[in-house]
């Protein structure tokens, strides 16, 4: 499945952004789907995952409450929308596709076969 990535743009602190993963080549309905950053100097990390089927949803404990992982199956679209922006919230935003997701691996990016190009996000302070 090829997945690629859009909506990363420049905000203001306390703004919002909504972030897209649009999918192909696959069943997307059968894939979990998870979201993850890296910022400059720093290693990958695990943002959001939703499951294949849209019932269950896990968020790093930095995004909690302030992000939501959503997927429309009809579309074969994943999205993120972020809210209350951070600073620290900058980064690359990298969508990726999981199948046979099992619930250890949801916050390990070796837990996902498929990864999408990334989309820059920069939150200005």
């Known amino acids: 499945v090829q997945l690629q990535a859009f909506g990363g743009g420049l905000v203001q602190a306390g703004g919002s952004l909504r972030l897209s993963c649009a999918a192909s080549?696959?069943?997307?309905?059968?894939?979990?789907m998870g979201w993850f950053r890296q910022a400059p100097g720093k290693a990958r990390e695990f943002v959001a995952h939703?499951?294949?089927?849209?019932?269950?949803?896990y968020y790093a404990d930095s995004v909690k409450g302030r992000f939501t992982i959503s997927r429309d199956n009809a579309k074969n679209t994943v999205h993120l929308q972020m809210n209350s922006l951070k600073p620290e919230d900058t980064a690359v935003y990298y969508c990726?596709?999981?199948?046979?997701?099992?619930?250890?691996?949801?916050?390990?990016?070796?837990?996902?076969?498929?990864w999408g190009q990334g989309t820059k996000v920069t939150v200005s302070s």
């Open positions: 990726a596709a999981a199948s046979g997701m099992i619930l250890s691996m949801v916050r390990r990016d070796d837990g996902y076969e498929y």
């Open positions: 080549g696959g069943t997307f309905s059968r894939y979990s």
């Open positions: 939703i499951r294949s089927t849209g019932g269950h949803t």
